[in-house]
Nanobody
Framework: QGYVVESGGGLVQSGGSLRLSCTAS????????LRWDRQAPGKERELVAG???????YWADSVVGRFTIARDNTKNTVYLQIDNVKADDAAAYYCSAHLYTPPREFWGRGVWVTVST
């Protein structure tokens, strides 16, 4: 059993920066692959960025160069740094943790990012 909780969302000005955090209550957090997805109103949920247990990172093409994902296994936390925020970044952001052997996954309830232009 366990859970993940996102924080750090809110209102940000276009061009500004924001850092989202996701803290997990999970045993062996270090073994999980972590990812951030987002869902804007009226749109499908999409992967934004991920960081694997071996620290390999990947991003959606739309956020390359502006989003940074990092993890701190000592704090059971994954971060998403958003720079040069754009209007299209406005969405609910979801954190998740994934283990493949045995299969387990945890999803947060999401945190909203609102962009003012």
């Amino acid at each position: 059993q366990g859970y993940v909780v996102e924080s750090g969302g809110g209102l940000v000005q276009s061009g500004g920066s924001l850092r989202l955090s996701c803290t997990a209550s999970i045993n062996e957090f270090y073994a999980y692959d972590l990812r951030w997805d987002r869902q804007a109103p009226g749109k499908e949920r999409e992967l934004v960025a991920g960081i694997k247990s071996d620290y390999k990172r990947y991003w959606a093409d739309s956020v390359v160069g502006r989003f940074t994902i990092a993890r701190d296994n000592t704090k059971n936390t994954v971060y998403l740094q958003i720079d040069n925020v754009k209007a299209d970044d406005a969405a609910a952001y979801y954190c998740s943790a994934h283990l493949y052997t045995p299969p387990r996954e945890f999803w947060g309830r999401g945190v909203w990012v609102t962009v003012s232009t």
